[in-house]
T-cell receptor, first 112, second 114 residues
Framework: GNSVTQMEGPVTLSEEAFLTINCTYT??????LFWYVQYPGEGLQLLLK?????DKGSNKGFEATYRKETTSFHLEKGSVQVSDSAVYFC???????????FGQGTRLTINP | DTEVTQTPKHLVMGMTNKKSLKCEQH?????MYWYKQKAKKPPELMFV???????INESVPSRFSPECPNSSLLNLHLHALQPEDSALYLC?????????????FGSGTRLTVV
């Protein structure tokens, strides 16, 4: 089956620290991979995506590279800000399927 | 327009009430979804509509009744809910031919059943 495993949270960092949130996946076929962000009290926003192996998705200083050999899609940011505090979800979709498969989410708190 | 709009943002209803959640998008997406999200959990898929036809029902209780009147609108009718149905209800849409480009989510309706 298809599944996504994210690193356990919560994660607490100081402003300007380096961020990594690990995400690994299991999928039949060739999935597309996504990171969604959910700010407090809001819905999900697509942060970045990658649709094939070795693609790098990037947005707002965040990056993630689709690694087929390690079945991973780790989220990174070089210098986090207080405004990055949110819950981050890794997700995948498989061509032909009609659903996103989500990881459990990682709550990130950035302290000033 | 690149948004999915959900109304109302907040809803409090009694267990004997009937209410409806509404979702609208004008991106030309022909797939629309209802998700339920409990606190500190990922969204759980409830229903999928593709070209205005119900294509997936994830064994959702019949007290939740979806409706897709046209390609831009999606409703979720609620009747005789239980307190455990309190959650954030998210609507999403996607291009059926390009689901690998991601889904667009609305900001949700926070439902409280009393």
């Amino acid at each position: 089956g298809n599944s996504v495993t994210q690193m356990e949270g919560p994660v607490t960092l100081s402003e300007e620290a380096f961020l990594t949130i690990n995400c690994t996946y299991t999928a039949t076929g060739y999935p597309s991979l996504f990171w969604y962000v959910q700010y407090p009290g809001e819905g999900l926003q697509l942060l970045l995506k990658a649709t094939k192996a070795d693609d790098k998705g990037s947005n707002k200083g965040f990056e993630a590279t689709y690694r087929k050999e390690t079945t991973s899609f780790h989220l990174e940011k070089g210098s986090v800000q207080v405004s990055d505090s949110a819950v981050y979800f890794c997700a995948l979709s498989v061509q032909g399927a009609q659903k996103l498969v989500f990881g459990q989410g990682t709550r990130l708190t950035i302290n000033p | 327009d690149t948004e999915v709009t959900q109304t109302p943002k907040h809803l409090v209803m009694g267990m004997t009430n009937k209410k409806s959640l509404k979702c609208e998008q004008h991106m030309g997406h022909r797939a629309m979804y209802w998700y339920k999200q409990k606190a500190k959990k990922p969204p759980e898929l409830m229903f999928v509509y593709s070209y205005e036809k119900l294509s997936i029902n994830e064994s959702v209780p019949s007290r939740f009744s979806p409706e897709c009147p046209n390609s831009s609108l999606l409703n979720l009718h609620l009747h005789a809910l239980q307190p455990e149905d309190s959650a954030l209800y998210l609507c999403a849409s996607s291009d059926t031919a390009r689901r690998n480009y991601g889904y667009t989510f609305g900001s949700g309706t926070r439902l409280t059943v009393v």
